[in-house]
């Protein structure tokens, strides 16, 4: 027996990303939720079969759903969290999940009094076939010990349409770190098993976008910890020639080993997408990652029901969101030009 779900908000395609992984693991999506006449039309012919609510209070207060995900604006995201939480239900977000840390701390007083789940989608780890089977090949001790992660996380701006207004004004969107950044930091945190983790620098600038004054369109950040350092790069410069939103990398260094993650593309010209190469004492293995299963939607069901953590952890997630509050906290604003 599976769970039934009910999804609130597409203010980015993020949502049907986790809808299609619940689904594809079984659970059943009973309501759909969205002020915009846009959304509902959108997500409606992608999905027939659900119910579209005439409010939020109407997937609220049925009993039935047990999990709500979704991505409203990402400044409403821990207040939508919170009234979850409060009416008995589990929650799943995609990135950021928090714009300030006054939201962190409140929703971590909610969860910790409901005991609901207030959980994070980090795409570019959970939906990517490559990480997941990086992430097995580095917990084997195949490279050694992890020292060392660098992941790039490069974006394209517009795709097709305009981005809504609050996309640009960074009170509502929070900043390029504390936004992009955070799949980067939680991988970082997974492949290095670090639990001390802190900011050692950040910055952030604006390279190409100045039609808009509040937008960052570039950063940086360096990681220090217990066991390892990490450099963090992600930007809105993806070129228009780029057959993908960006070329997403990660490199892995272990003391005996290394990983290469060429996560949407390789610009070598392999066709397709998770690309995955490995280099230790044996020499270099090129591994194919198309019978990969992605097992977070499985193993979240699974949580639901059990009250476990195998798919993510709650620490993960708030640690994760407060690394990414600091860095874009204490980020350096860089200028270019005389």
């Known amino acids: 027996?599976?769970?039934?779900?009910a999804a609130i908000g597409a203010a980015h395609g993020h949502v049907y990303g986790q809808v299609n992984a619940l689904l594809h693991a079984g659970a059943h999506l009973k309501w759909f939720y969205d002020p915009a006449a846009e959304a509902r039309a959108a997500f409606a012919e992608h999905y027939p079969q659900v119910a579209h609510a005439r409010t939020v209070d109407e997937i609220l207060n049925d009993a039935d759903v047990q999990l709500i995900v979704g991505t409203v604006p990402h400044d409403e995201r821990a207040a939508l969290?919170?009234?979850v939480m409060q009416h008995g239900k589990d929650y799943l977000c995609a990135k950021p999940a928090f714009t300030t840390r006054d939201q962190l701390d409140a929703v971590r007083?909610?969860?910790a009094e409901t005991q609901r789940f207030y959980r994070i989608f980090f795409g570019e780890r959970i939906a990517n076939a490559a990480t997941v089977k990086a992430l097995e090949i580095a917990a084997s001790g195949r490279?050694?010990?992890v020292v060392q992660t660098t992941g790039f996380g490069p974006h394209r701006l517009f795709q097709g349409k305009p981005r809504p207004d609050w996309t640009f004004d960074r009170q509502r969107y929070g900043g390029i770190l504390n936004d992009l950044a955070s799949h980067q930091?939680?991988?970082f945190i997974l492949f290095t098993g670090s639990?001390?983790?802190e900011i050692a620098s950040a910055h952030v600038a604006q390279a190409r976008f100045h039609q808009f004054p509040a937008f960052e369109d570039m950063g940086e950040v360096l990681l220090h910890s217990e066991r390892a350092t990490g450099y963090i790069r992600v930007d809105w410069l993806t070129p228009a020639g780029m057959p993908t939103w960006g070329d997403v990398r990660l490199f892995v260094t272990g003391t005996h080993g290394m990983i290469e993650l060429r996560k949407n593309i390789d610009l070598a010209g392999r066709a397709g997408a998770n690309h995955l190469l490995v280099v230790d004492a044996a020499g270099v293995e090129r591994i194919a990652c198309d019978d990969v299963e992605l097992?977070?939607?499985r193993q979240?069901?699974?949580?639901?029901q059990a009250r476990t953590e195998s798919a993510i952890t709650q620490v993960h997630c708030f640690t994760v969101s407060e690394l990414a509050l600091r860095a874009q906290a204490q980020a350096q604003f860089v200028t270019f030009g005389g």
């Open 1 to 5: 027996m599976s769970i039934t779900f």
């Open 81 to 83: 969290g919170i009234r």
């Open 109 to 111: 007083v909610v969860q």
């Open 143 to 145: 490279i050694g010990t």
């Open 185 to 187: 930091i939680d991988q």
């Open 195 to 197: 639990t001390q983790v």
């Open 295 to 297: 097992p977070f939607a």
């Open 300 to 304: 979240l069901i699974a949580d639901i």
